[in-house]
């Protein structure tokens, strides 16, 4: 599995990080911005992420326009929705409005809230369909 884990904040990017690395290869980028760079090059590259843990609220790109802005560039190149990278959004916001923006507007694969821990992770990994060992 290949993962790209987003996310502003150190602690919660290292751990989110420990937690996913054993399941295979795992980049980290620290903003929306960077985040759409990363996923864009490694498309391009025939390498493209298996699964994206991103967090809502980040400088410079947020989670929300940076879901968009991929879900827009799969729709570009034609990607099938079976074929779309999961998407996790983690936030420490637990709203109504933040899961319906996310889910239903947004087309996120799955919602955590923080502090993150690692049976619940694996739980919404299984959810939406990875095969963990």
């Known amino acids: 599995m290949k993962t790209l884990v987003v996310e502003d904040d150190f602690l919660s990017r290292f751990v989110l990080q420990k937690m996913i690395s054993p399941l295979g290869h795992c980049d980290v980028v620290v903003n929306g911005k960077e985040a759409l760079q990363a996923f864009v090059f490694a498309s391009a590259e025939g390498e493209p992420y298996d699964l994206i843990c991103l967090d809502i609220m ?47 507007r947004g087309g996120c694969s799955a919602y955590l809230v923080k502090p993150i821990d690692k049976t619940r992770l694996f739980r919404r990994l299984h959810e939406i369909g990875f095969t963990l060992e």
Not at 58 to 63: A, L, N, Q, S, V
Not at 71 to 95: F, G, S
């Open 58 to 104: 980040m400088p410079e790109m947020d989670g929300r326009e940076t879901l968009q802005l991929v879900r827009q560039y799969e729709k570009e190149h034609d990607i099938e929705p079976a074929n779309e990278v999961k998407i996790i959004m983690i936030t420490a916001l637990d709203t109504p409005k933040e899961v319906i923006d996310a889910y239903y």
